[in-house]
């Protein structure tokens, strides 16, 4: 993580829910962790005297740690059942697990630090990482690690570096996501074609063979209504990344200090992008995503290929069954390579708790290899833990997809979100600005020029 706070500036407010460093707009997994709080009755609790949940009564033997988080329903309930088995194995320490909806979990989380309560361990992505550390509100757990000889080489380089800041590390990593792409193979075999390969240093697999293959794909009736979706185009901002890094382009420039969309390479990603949709008509608009997401419509067997993340893995199972079979692949490759975005959620242990070995404990046990197997075994997280994820238990916990270990080569070419300490604002113009490219109504080079205006003068403060 860039250290990027120059003494005496205060961070600016915590980023919005918890997709924000993922740009990613309330999704159905937004819609299952609301759902999960009702269902399993899993609230912020309140302390005795009506004051923010953030310390819970001790008495004289046991230690409480609220664990504030975020999850659907099969990991909420995957995760109590770790909580029951450490609670077992520690009998002096209760934990108070919390399951927010996404929605307002970051507002809910201010508002504890403000009242000097927060939990004793929560869920941040990185940007929020970024805000809490620069701000002093986290603890540093790199002597924490060093006292334990805690073995954080187990994890992903990309998934340690992400939580850095200033020679610390104040997240430890409890998902790692990434962008891939799920391909259905009736589908493919039915159109005479060959899947894509299966490694991220394969050759091959093009941006046009993306869309000659997305075109091969796309069904329409005599009337010249879509009935089979080519591809999807990810408008989040860890869909639109790999596209432009693996284009040659850049977003910010290599000190974060100016914006370079209007950049030709990331101009043509962009207009690539757009073009999937209006252009070739292999992608859905937004408006045709308007009752079933993407992730649906692929489940439906409608959509023949789109861009996603590990952790769908679980939703996809459970709502394709048997019907078809289904693989994935890395993204497609371009001038600049082959890179996918990703990131995740790590667990924070805030310095305000007052209980700090207690919590620490809790966290060795979250993100132990055996809790982290029961949780990849949901199929909603993706181990950040490498023993974990190239276990028999994670690739061969099902007969599909077929080559999940797309999705274990995929840390070794993440590129960091490009985190600056203006990270919401600029996240917002992209979303604002974007929204213009992803209804067709301007074009790429148009809306990165905006953008480039309006993020330029974020950066310089004006």
């Keep these: 993580m860039p250290d990027l706070y120059p003494p005496g500036v ?26 999960s709080v009702a269902g399993l009755g899993l609230v912020l609790e309140a302390c005795a005297g009506g004051k923010p949940a953030g310390h819970a009564a001790q008495t004289a033997s046991t230690v409480t740690v609220p664990v504030m988080q975020w999850a659907n329903v099969t990991v909420a309930t995957t995760t109590r059942q770790i909580v029951s088995e450490f609670e077992k194995a520690y009998p002096n320490i209760r ?123 796309t069904v329409r009736d005599s009337s010249g209504r879509t009935r089979q979706w080519g591809c999807y185009v990810d408008s989040g901002t860890r869909g639109w990344f790999p596209w432009v890094w693996n284009n040659g382009g850049h977003i910010l420039n290599a000190t974060r200090t100016k914006s370079v969309m209007s950049g030709t390479a990331t101009v043509a990603a962009l207009q690539f992008l757009q073009d999937l949709i209006y252009r070739y008509k292999v992608a859905p608009t937004p408006a045709d995503l308007s009752s079933e997401d993407a992730a649906q419509q692929f489940a439906s067997g409608i959509m023949a290929m789109f861009e996603d993340i590990p952790a769908d893995v679980g939703f996809l199972r459970q709502s394709i069954g048997t019907r078809f079979a289904w693989g994935v692949a890395p993204m497609p490759k371009g001038p600049g390579g082959r890179y996918t975005s990703g990131g995740g959620i790590a667990y924070a242990l805030p310095r305000a708790f007052p209980h700090q070995e207690e919590a620490w404990t809790v966290l060795k046990y979250l993100n132990s290899k055996a809790a982290m197997t029961q949780l990849t075994l949901t199929g909603g997280v993706f181990p950040p833990r490498k023993s974990v994820a190239d276990s028999p238990q994670y690739l061969q916990q099902a007969k599909y997809p077929l080559h999940m270990e797309v999705f274990v080569q995929a840390p070794a070419v993440v590129r960091e979100d490009p985190l600056t300490i203006y990270w919401p604002q600029i996240n917002n113009v992209w979303t604002q600005q974007l929204g213009s490219l992803w209804d067709g109504t301007t074009p790429a080079k148009q809306v990165c020029a905006t953008i480039d205006e309006q993020v330029n003068a974020i950066l310089s403060g004006a």
């Design 10 to 35: 205060c961070p600016p407010p915590a980023p919005d829910p918890a997709g924000a460093a993922a740009g990613r707009n309330v999704t159905r997994r937004g819609l299952l962790a609301s759902a």
């Design 95 to 217: 934990i108070s697990l919390q399951i927010e909806p996404t929605t307002n979990f970051y507002s809910k989380l201010e508002t504890l630090f403000a009242a000097g309560t927060p939990p004793g361990l929560t869920f941040m992505d990185p940007a929020t990482v970024l805000h809490y550390a620069s701000a002093g509100a986290l603890t540093d757990l790199e002597p924490l690690i060093a006292k334990d000889n805690y073995d954080i080489s187990d994890y992903f380089a990309a998934a340690v570096q992400e939580y850095q800041f200033k020679g610390g590390l104040y997240g430890l990593s409890r998902g790692f996501g990434n962008q891939d792409i799920y391909y259905n193979i009736d589908l493919l075999a039915k159109a005479h074609l060959t899947p894509p390969p299966t490694s991220w240093t394969a050759g091959g697999w093009t941006f046009a063979d993306y869309l000659t293959m997305a075109q091969r794909l």
